[in-house]
């Protein structure tokens, strides 16, 4: 059982999941590493990649909704038209979420950007990924460092029995040392490379 | 991450699922050109379904409807369409049709049924025809229509 180190904020009880439900050792890992960055390291996170499956969504649902509004005030043989209409359009714009989703957002759960204080280095993004197949312990976690002029990535693939004990509770401490050794190296890499 | 933008990300998830059934549920009245594609036979004994039928119905409108067809048919002012068979179909040359149903069952025509003064039944007010029937999948919708809200949204037909 690990608790939280110093460096965390606030009320931080250890995270525990079902270690057997590849899903939400996934999630839990992620939201570890999301949280690391944004209170760590000082990131701010950017919501863009995000946002663009969200506004897909939306505008799918704006279509079926104003399909059954429409149907619902003109019975069948009337509205056939604007059913077509919108159900082609849902199609056509689910086939786009899923590519969104597929190839664009893939696995990217984390974009973020580092301002630096002094206003000197340029900003420095991170956007991090993650794969966890589904009865398997492999976590892959895939950092793009982007420092403004140069980009590296690094990735770290480890067996999730490393950060998880036997009660399924996530030991933030050794994930985290993880994340930050690879960061560490990302920038370490970055600079070596101007 | 913003709770406003956590609370629509997961509102859209879900509304996404019920959109993408809506939508399926739509296009299939577009494939059959029908408006209820899909009913469940409420009360049975008076023609060959039982209750509890799964009726699958269509309605193209070069299937032209000839006596002996099954076909799904609503009376003004009934909001549960009923389904019997056709007996006669009286045809002028302009291409306009009347219809006459009685129920396998029944030993009258459904004249009865029609609206005051009604003896024919006119091309709008059928539904479609039958087309197959699945026995028994539709009991559980029958449970499901015993709750308030859901009956009006529920496909029902009575024989």
Not at chain 1, 73 to 91: E, H, Q, T, W
Not at chain 2, 30 to 45: E, H, R
Not at chain 2, 96 to 109: A, H, Q
């Amino acid at each position: 059982m690990s608790d939280t180190a110093a460096g965390v904020t606030t009320a931080d009880k250890p995270i525990k999941v079902n270690k057997w439900e590849t899903n939400a050792v996934k999630n839990a890992l992620d939201d570890a590493c999301k949280k690391y960055f944004k209170e760590t390291l000082n990131f701010s996170e950017d919501y863009k990649l995000m946002d663009g499956r969200l506004y897909i969504s939306f505008i799918a649902c704006l279509f079926s909704g104003y399909a059954l509004i429409y149907d619902w005030l003109n019975p069948f043989p009337k509205s056939r038209a604007i059913l077509i209409l919108c159900v082609i359009a849902y199609f056509i714009l689910m086939g786009i979420l899923t590519f969104y989703m597929q190839f664009i957002e893939h696995g990217k759960f984390y974009t973020g950007k580092l301002v630096d204080r002094a206003g000197v280095d340029p900003v420095s993004r991170c956007t991090v990924s993650s794969k966890l197949k589904k009865y398997d312990d492999k976590y892959q976690l895939t950092l793009d460092y982007n420092d403004g002029t140069d980009k590296t990535t690094k990735s770290l693939k480890k067996s999730i029995g490393n950060y998880f004990d036997e009660n399924g509770v996530l030991c933030y401490d050794r994930f985290t040392a993880d994340i930050r050794k690879m960061y560490d190296e990302a920038r370490l890499n970055a600079r070596k490379a101007k | 991450m913003h709770w406003s933008r956590k609370l629509i990300s997961r509102l859209l998830r879900y509304a996404i699922v019920i959109s993408t059934l809506l939508m399926l549920w739509k296009s299939l009245i577009l494939a059959t050109n029908c408006s209820q594609p899909i009913l469940v036979v409420l009360s049975g004994g008076y023609s060959f379904h039982n209750l509890g039928d799964l009726l699958f119905v269509t309605n193209y409108p070069a299937d032209s409807i000839r006596a002996g067809d099954v076909v799904v048919f609503r009376i003004e002012g009934r909001f549960i369409p009923i389904v019997h068979r056709v007996i006669r179909v009286h045809e002028r040359e302009d291409g306009y049709v009347k219809f006459l149903t009685k129920g396998d069952g029944n030993s009258v025509d459904d004249r009865g049924l029609y609206s005051v003064g009604q003896l024919w039944l006119e091309r709008e007010q059928i539904v479609g025809k039958v087309k197959g029937y699945f026995p028994y999948l539709g009991l559980f919708i029958i449970l499901l229509s015993n709750l308030p809200l859901l009956d009006r949204l529920l496909l029902r037909v009575v024989t």
